[in-house]
């Protein structure tokens, strides 16, 4: 399959949230700005600090045309839960367990075994704006999604 690029049409896709609700994300696509940061591992060193910038900058997304952001790893709910509560996450974390939303978005592997570190933004009419791959750089992730974002909220007519 192929990866999703800057100008696509986000596809959409349903999970399960760490409350065990199932979130349809083309309820947002479309409507709102999104950010979907794939990462690797839930209560793992940089994946623990990259929510924790995106939960540090909520608020910022937020504020950017109503934005919604989703952390999405293959931890299971039950993970997803402790680590959502233990940080204080403020926004939903999406399990995906099989794969299959990290494969149709074109998530790739760092060196052929890890799963990626990539954040897709989509602006409020469903289109992917901005793709950011850094497996360390989690930083990275967030300051550039806030650009991202801003940039496009001021082309919106």
Excluded: W
């Amino acid at each position: 399959m192929e990866s999703v690029k800057i100008g696509d049409r986000a596809p959409g896709f349903s999970l399960p949230s760490e409350s065990g609700e199932t979130v349809d994300i083309g309820g947002y696509i479309g409507r709102r700005p999104v950010v979907l940061f794939f990462y690797p591992r839930d209560n793992t060193a940089v994946c623990t600090r990259e929510a924790c910038a995106f939960r540090d900058s909520y608020d910022e997304f937020v504020n950017i045309d109503g934005a919604e952001v989703f952390g999405i790893s293959s931890d299971p709910v039950e993970s997803h839960k402790r680590f959502s509560s233990e940080y204080g996450l403020p926004f939903r974390l999406l399990s995906d367990e099989n794969g299959a939303v990290r494969e149709l978005y074109g998530v790739p592997k760092t060196l052929g075994i890890l799963p990626g570190r990539v954040t897709y933004v989509i602006d409020r009419k469903g289109i992917v704006v901005q793709i950011i791959s850094s497996q360390l750089g989690y930083k990275k992730h967030v300051g550039e999604a806030i650009k991202a974002l801003k940039t496009s909220d001021k082309e919106k007519p």
